[in-house]
């Protein structure tokens, strides 16, 4: 039996796996893809420490609150940033190229909502850096992977009154074969869900937030999926990401008649709403950093100049380039507590797919990367001090069985109904109806048509009823996944009936704390989305 099985394969899965095989467990994780493809590489920024002398962890901290809006615990996120220095020291021992300033000193940029430069960064490929290097040390630390598996269910059991966690099945995407992997305690490490916005959104298509959908299913608590953070820079026909880096160098925002309109360094939900305004009133909006020079660009900036020229055919050393908000980070997830451990007894979760009340309402830059380095070390190092109480496991392989059939039973589905056009569909709906503004006129015609969709599930069968590579059924599951998200999102985008953060409502513009100051919980009863909220609880006031 596995001491800690780690779901998902990125940035915060590969902290999780050597905190824990610090910690004396045996550790194996399972990717849907490989480690080096995850959406970590595309954390482009930086990650938050405060090194410099005119910054501190107190200006951290309180950056941190005021980005959250009222929803952030002050002890996670005390925990976060005074774990901030420590964390980049052992990013940078263990091997992390961070660019350099002259003192040969780790280089800083700030980022939007910060007082200072506070984001140590590596060119624009931070997360891709620090990616590879985790990558490296697992190998190692002789940690085991398994590549290429799909998450289909969590194996639970009943023990001292409680359900517990024992383990996860999954389908090989090689051979298509279904397998069991049983573990004392489990991390999941799935990431986000920003791609229920399809092409609306900066992260790759593997982004469907099965994680969640799997722990919902399983009895685990969600909270705050309302909050979805939109980049205020995508590339306008691509939605790939142009990273705040760019603005932090000095870059520009400007609209259709050239002009520059808005601060270009607010945090980022307020700064989307701008330039959501701006689109609707003169028509488009540009960022603009000719003014930075070739040689800069160049050296500080060389992927955004690659990414503008692949997808839009334009030199940002020349042209301006035409950018529009797209979803990008997702502050809600499963609920944790400040082991990292969730409402089921021996499932944590770290990285985007879990919810350390850090983020709150809306997620400072450059705290995503740093979330998954100082959590990453307390989920695996929990979850390893979880596994060395005895356990047994009593599954029989009814999980696998149920699991089976489900499988058996689509392949009956019929095909009148095309999914990718539905989940195109899906992506439309939820950027125009639950995007930068929302009402409830909107969220109540999606979430019909989302019932409408898991209504029609049926007469989407899959085409590929092959065993090998069938990334057909793959999709098909990650876009049932995304409905279940969908719902369940919809439902508590329309119960908080006030703007905070990165939900704003047209038709309930102003914040409320009186009923308000408090995270939203989803559980699924009977096959139906319960939610109810928790007030926030401070030993202070922001």
Known sequence: MIDVLIIGSGGAGLVAALSAKENGASVMVVGKSYPTRSQTCMAQGGVNAALGENDSVEAHIADTLKSSQGLGD?????????????????????????????????????????????????????????????????????????????????????????????????KSLKTGELKSLYAKTVIMATGGYSRVYDHYSTNATGSSGDGLAVALRAGALLSDMEFVQFHPTGLKNASILISESARGAGGHLLNAHGERFTDELQPRDALSRAIHEEIKKSGAVFLDIRHLGENFIDHELPQERKLAKLYENIDPVTDIIPIKPVAHYTMGGIAVDESAESTLSSLFAVGECANHNVHGANRLGGNSLLELVVFGKIAGRSAAMAAKAEKSIDDEGKV??????????????????????????????????????????????????????????????????????????????????????????????????????????????????????????????????????????RKEEV
């Open 74 to 170: 002050v002890d996670a996120i005390e925990t976060l940033c005074r774990n901030g220095v420590e964390a980049v020291a052992w990013l940078d021992r263990i091997g992390v190229p961070f660019s350099r300033s002259a003192e040969s000193k780790i280089a800083q940029r700030r980022l939007g909502g910060a007082v200072a430069d506070r984001a140590c960064y590596a060119q624009d490929y931070t997360g891709l850096k620090i990616l590879h290097t985790l990558y490296d040390n697992c190998l190692k630390a002789d940690v085991d992977f398994l590549n290429e598996y799909f998450l289909l269910e969590l194996i639970t059991q009943e023990s001292e009154g409680e359900k517990e966690v024992c383990g996860a099945l999954f």
């Open 400 to 537: 696998e069985d149920e699991v089976k059939q489900h499988l058996e039973e689509i392949k009956s589905y019929t095909n009148e109904v095309d999914f990718y056009k539905k989940r195109s569909e899906l992506g439309e709906l939820f950027y125009h109806f639950a995007g930068i503004e929302r009402n409830e006129q909107g969220l109540v015609s999606a979430l019909e048509q989302v019932h409408g969709m898991k209504h029609e599930l049926p007469k989407m069968g899959v085409l590929d009823t092959s065993l090998v590579y069938n990334t057909n059924l793959i999709e098909f599951l990650e876009f049932s996944n995304m409905l279940s998200l969908a719902e369940v999102m919809l439902v508590a985008m329309l119960e908080r009936r006030e703007s905070r953060g990165a939900h704003a409502r047209e038709d309930y513009g102003e914040r409320d704390d009186t009923l308000y100051r408090a995270h939203s919980g989803v559980l699924l009863h009977n096959q139906r989305v319960e939610i109810g909220f928790s007030k926030v609880t």
